[in-house]
Each structure stands twice: as C-alpha cells, then as structure tokens.
C-alpha cells in the first residue's frame, strides 16, 4: 500500500532537494578547480547556466518526432519522483510502500530508456553511437543496485524492500555489519560514477564526440529541454550522494542535531572523494568500463557471501 507522509518536511525536503542540487554539483566543480590550481567558477555558477538555457528558445530538428520533445519531461519527472521515494535525512520519504527501491531503480532506468531513445530519434551517428554506448553500460550498472539493496534488505531483515525501512534499521553494534555497511557503500559511489558519467567512466565536460556518453546524447538538445536534462543530471547525482550517506545511518547512534551534522559533513566528505578522482584520474578506455562495473558487483557479491557465512 503507497503511503504519502503527512509530515510536510518531507515535501520542503524535495523542495530544498531541487535547490540544492545544483548548489552541490557547483561545490564539487569548485573543488576540482581549487585542486587544479584554479580559482575555478562561483559554486552557484551551475544556477546561472541553469537560468540562461531555461530563457533560451528551444530548436528542434527537422527529423525529430515526438520522442524528442517528450524524452526531456519524462527524464525529468522521472527522476523527481525517485527522489520523492528517497528518505532524506531523519525526515520519511514523501511516497512510500513495500518494494519501492525497485520501483527507484525502474524509474531511473525509464529516464535511461528515453533518453536513449532521444538520441535515437534525430538520426545523428554521433548521438546513436552514445545511446548505444549507454544501453551497454547500463546492462552492467544495474544488477549493482539490485545487489546492493537487496542484500542490504536480507541482512536487515526486512522482505519489504522500503527504503525507509532498510535505513532505520543499519546499525553499527556488529564488527561484520560495519564491515559490510562500508563495502555497499563503495559499491554504490561507484554506481554512482557510471550512471551520473562521471570520471573514470565518462567526462561530463568533454566535447570530444567520439569518446562521450551521456553528453553526446543530448547535443541536439537545447533551451529548455537542455535545461530539464542538466536539472535531472544534478539531481540523480545528489541522489546517489545521499544514499551512500544515508548508508553510513548516523541517526542510529547520535541525536538528531548531530546526526543531521554528521550527514551534512558525509555529503561534503562525498563531494571532495568526487572532485579528488575527477582531478587526479583519467577516464577509462571504453572497454574498460565494464570491468570496472563488474568489479562493483563482484565485491557486491562477496560482501553477502562473507556476511552470510559469518552468521
């Protein structure tokens, strides 16, 4: 059964989410500057792109159909309602029910799924070569997640699948579960790094079409549409942020206030992680790319290996 919160934190929190977002992604890139040896942009420089892209008319190609227009809303309104499903903080989640990790993981994947199909639809090889390049990734980014959330819903015990319930119940009492705890998280940062294409996988600031992904998709893209797809960019990133932070659970054994420091302070933590491998690491070859993502859910797999024959 959906179970809407009636606690209206929770809806200010998709709220301060969706501002937050791009503020985030604006430190992180001031990050990568500052250890560059560059003074680097203002972090709210990500607001102002925003802003000029919302103001810009939007031009279409003239092999375009349908697909095209619509793919920008649905990526959007996609990933605004996995973030709706998301406990942030000490706070419920807005929406939520049994089962709706799955349901997160689904609505990802449909954004996935026509956005691919966007740069499908102008018959660009460029932009045909990058949803291909996506497709195949895709197909080793995905059993990441499953693996991870839903060894973490055995090990805590619960066959609901909720989010919500999964969280309140990760506990720092058992060396094994500390253990495990922090392995889920490193396999989920690096789900994270994939479907957000980010550095090792993909550099979201190359225009080099031969060697993007995500970005190549998107060049017929402008004005508005542009600006839905960047929005929804920033906010799938700082959703993976916050499950890796929620992961760490310091709810469990602080009070609130310093639960909600120490939160604040992971995501922070995340962000410098972020722009260190951006800055000090090269993109993979493509090939690479899936041995990387296997790693992910190999070390997935043997985190519940290991806990299970502990227990």
């Given at each position: ?156 015990g619960h066959a609901s699948l909720s989010l919500q319930s999964i969280f309140k119940d990760i506990a720092w009492d058992q060396p094994f579960f500390a253990v495990f705890i922090v392995i889920s998280s490193i396999s989920i940062f690096f789900l994270m790094l994939a479907e957000c294409s980010r550095i090792p996988v993909d550099d979201p600031n190359t225009h080099l079409e031969l060697t993007m992904i995500h970005e190549v998709m998107i060049l ?92």
């Amino acid at each position: 059964m959906v179970e809407f919160s009636t606690n209206p934190v929770s809806w200010l929190g998709f709220l301060l989410f969706a501002v937050g977002a791009p503020l985030w992604m604006g430190i992180v890139n001031k990050l990568k500057a500052r250890l560059s040896g560059r003074c680097g942009p203002s972090v709210f420089q990500t607001f102002y792109d925003l802003a000029r892209l919302a103001r810009k008319e939007t031009v279409y190609s003239r092999s375009a159909s349908f697909i095209t227009r619509l793919a920008p809303v649905i990526v959007w309104n996609t990933t605004a309602l996995a973030v709706l499903i998301l406990p942030i903080g000490p706070f419920p989640p807005a929406i939520s029910f049994s089962g709706d990790f799955i349901l997160l993981a689904y609505l990802l994947g449909t954004g996935r799924f026509f956005q691919i199909l966007a740069g499908l639809d102008v018959a660009s090889s460029f932009q045909g070569m990058g949803a291909s390049r996506e497709a195949r990734f895709a197909v080793f980014a995905e059993p990441i997640f499953f693996f991870t959330f839903g060894s973490l819903a055995l090990v805590t015990g619960h066959a609901s699948l909720s989010l919500q319930s999964i969280f309140k119940d990760i506990a720092w009492d058992q060396p094994f579960f500390a253990v495990f705890i922090v392995i889920s998280s490193i396999s989920i940062f690096f789900l994270m790094l994939a479907e957000c294409s980010r550095i090792p996988v993909d550099d979201p600031n190359t225009h080099l079409e031969l060697t993007m992904i995500h970005e190549v998709m998107i060049l017929d893209a402008s004005g508005f549409d542009l600006f839905l797809y960047q929005h929804a960019a920033s906010l799938k990133v700082l959703l993976y942020a916050l499950l890796v932070a929620s992961l760490l659970n310091p709810f469990s054994w602080l009070n609130l206030f310093d639960g909600t420091l120490f939160f604040i302070a992971s995501l922070g933590v995340i962000a410098v992680v972020l722009a260190l491998i951006e800055t000090l690491m090269a993109r993979f070859r493509l090939v690479l790319v899936p041995q990387f993502l296997l790693y992910a859910t190999i070390i997935g797999v043997l985190n519940i290996l290991i806990f299970t024959i502990s227990h």
